[in-house]
Nanobody, 124 residues
């Protein structure tokens, strides 16, 4: 199982980016999927997740209303649309997939497979 994240880059405050996460060798069916981010020296933090049905989204309070998570099962791709970006959104973003119960969706413990990370930098 491999996940390949892409779409990161440098953007000005208030701008938008869309991250993609392509899966190889498996589909996302019956997997909970998510995005996490990490700043150097800090723990990886939850950003957004989708339920195992792919229909129920979950968001961290810090991104609610600005970010949107979605999935295209046929293309085996998970997305994170990021709008109204802020400098504090700067981090390495990781996609992940697992087969956990709902109570673990916001925790790294709920994910078994991880992408390599893509850097997002938001300038002020």
């Amino acid at each position: 199982v491999q996940l390949q994240a892409s779409g990161g880059g440098l953007v000005q405050s208030g701008g938008s980016l869309r991250l993609s996460c392509a899966a190889s060798e498996f589909t996302f069916r019956n997997y909970n999927t998510g995005w996490f981010r990490q700043v150097a020296g800090k723990e990886r933090e939850f950003v957004a997740a989708l339920s195992r049905t792919g229909t129920v989204p979950y968001y961290a309070d810090s991104v609610k209303g600005r970010f949107g998570i979605s999935i295209d099962i046929t293309r085996r791709t998970l997305y994170l649309q990021m709008d109204a970006l802020r400098p504090e959104d700067t981090a390495v973003y990781y996609c992940a997939a697992g087969q956990a119960i709902q109570s673990y969706y916001r925790s790294t413990a709920g994910y078994k497979h991880w992408g390599q990370g893509t850097q997002v930098t938001v300038s002020s």
